[in-house]
């Protein structure tokens, strides 16, 4: 997918940004250079890969550091919706702030 200059002023202008020619042609050549890579990434075949939950896991062994996961706090909905002017079905009722 190549952009070409008509591609990097949409895009200077979606991200109100004012490029002079110079940096535009730079951009172009910077952003297609990005694009190529990506190209290059996608036709790599990585069917039968398991997917990796952190870089190091490929060059070592890490284990998983992760907390039981079991109910901490109990439930305080009662009490915080307590001083709430409306309340329905455990849910806060608040005014329409959109006129249609």
Known sequence: MALDSKDVSR???????????AEEAAMLQQLNGFFSIVEQM??????????LYTPLSAVQEVA???RDDTVTETDGR??????????EDGLFL???????
Do not use: F, H, M, Y
Not at 11 to 21: C, M, S
Not at 78 to 87: E, K, M, W
Not at 94 to 100: N, T, Y
């Open 94 to 100: 608040v005014p329409k702030v959109i006129e249609g």
């Open 11 to 21: 895009i200077a202008n979606l991200a109100r940004l004012e490029l002079k020619p």
């Open 64 to 66: 998983l550091r992760l």
């Open 78 to 87: 009662a009490a915080n919706q307590r001083s709430a002017p409306a309340v």
């Open 42 to 51: 996608s036709a790599v075949d990585t069917s039968g890969i398991e997917p």
